[in-house]
């Protein structure tokens, strides 16, 4: 069974640790993957699921999973998605997370070629936001 909060401090500590080094491609693939564990840590308290496939406690439908997208995983938890979607500067960070460099982080682990430095710290720019953002979030859902 997938343990999603270990994994996003894991992933989070990783993320950091290549950022500082400039390991750019294996950086924004974690980076996405901890907000991923974090997003879906929250999805499991939200809807009282220990399991993709179980039925909410909140609405009685099945949660599936949603996968590597961020933007579905949020849609999932019903608060969360009605604050992003208020929120301009959230959604572009998502879609920055998602898709660094116009590829999304789950296929980064297949290139070769660094992104440039000004494009990957604009990427972290956007990644630091959305994960500082979304601790605040998950408190008061």
């Given at each position: 069974?997938?343990?999603?909060?270990?994994?996003?401090?894991?992933?989070?500590?990783?993320?950091?640790h290549l950022?500082?080094?400039e390991?750019?491609?294996?950086?924004?693939?974690?980076g996405?993957?901890s907000?991923?564990?974090?997003?879906?840590?929250?999805?499991?308290?939200?809807?009282?699921?220990?399991?993709?496939?179980?039925?909410?406690?909140?609405?009685?439908?099945?949660?599936t999973?949603?996968?590597?997208?961020?933007?579905?995983?949020?849609?999932?938890?019903?608060?969360?998605?009605?604050?992003?979607?208020?929120?301009?500067?959230?959604?572009?960070?998502?879609?920055?997370?998602?898709?660094?460099c116009?590829?999304?982080?789950?296929?980064?682990?297949?290139?070769?070629v660094?992104?440039?430095?000004?494009?990957?710290?604009?990427?972290?720019?956007s990644?630091?936001?959305l994960?500082?953002?979304?601790?605040?979030?998950?408190?008061?859902?």
């Amino acid at each position: 069974m997938d343990d999603y909060p270990l994994a996003f401090i894991s992933r989070c500590l990783d993320t950091k640790h290549l950022y500082t080094r400039e390991r750019k491609i294996l950086a924004m693939h974690l980076g996405g993957i901890s907000l991923e564990c974090l997003l879906k840590k929250t999805c499991f308290l939200y809807h009282g699921i220990t399991k993709w496939g179980e039925r909410s406690v909140r609405t009685g439908v099945k949660i599936t999973n949603p996968k590597h997208r961020l933007y579905n995983i949020v849609m999932l938890i019903g608060s969360l998605h009605t604050r992003v979607d208020a929120n301009p500067s959230i959604m572009d960070a998502i879609e920055k997370v998602q898709e660094p460099c116009g590829k999304d982080y789950i296929l980064w682990r297949y290139q070769g070629v660094e992104p440039l430095q000004a494009d990957f710290d604009a990427w972290y720019t956007s990644y630091q936001e959305l994960l500082k953002w979304l601790l605040v979030q998950v408190k008061t859902l």
